[in-house]
Nanobody, 129 residues
């Protein structure tokens, strides 16, 4: 049974940085896509960044490009989301998810969080102005 646990959420001021971690327990091979999502109360959960583990290919939503970086540490079974130049609009609960893939790549960035095979419980990020 694969489990994902997010950590690293915190309260920061605008312009600050945070690094979120998504740590896996249980076996998972490299033919998997890991995605970060976020959700604000009353709004849909949306994709922020994805990484195909086998090739380390990354994909970003427009709101994340240039500010967020998704990366992996295979030895630690962890995928990170480095977030820089944070804005109050980045305030949200952040979730990670993993989806085994038959071919290299990731689901569409607007794919539903519920579609992903393995899903975490979230970590809160609050950015104050």
């Amino acid at each position: 049974q694969v489990q994902l646990v997010e950590s690293g959420g915190d309260s920061v001021q605008a312009g600050g940085s945070l690094r979120l971690s998504c740590t896996f327990s249980g076996y998972i091979d490299s033919n998997v896509c890991v995605g970060w999502f976020r959700q604000v109360p009353g709004k849909e959960r949306t994709g922020v960044a994805q990484l195909y583990v086998g090739t380390a290919t990354t994909y970003y939503a427009g709101s994340a490009k240039g500010r967020f970086t998704i990366s992996r540490d295979n030895a630690k079974n962890t995928v990170y989301l480095q977030m820089n130049s944070l804005k109050p609009d980045d305030t949200a609960m952040y979730y990670c998810a993993a989806e085994p893939m038959r071919t290299a790549g990731c689901p569409a960035l607007d794919s539903s969080f519920q579609y992903w095979a393995y899903r975490g419980q979230g970590t809160q990020v609050t950015v104050s102005s």
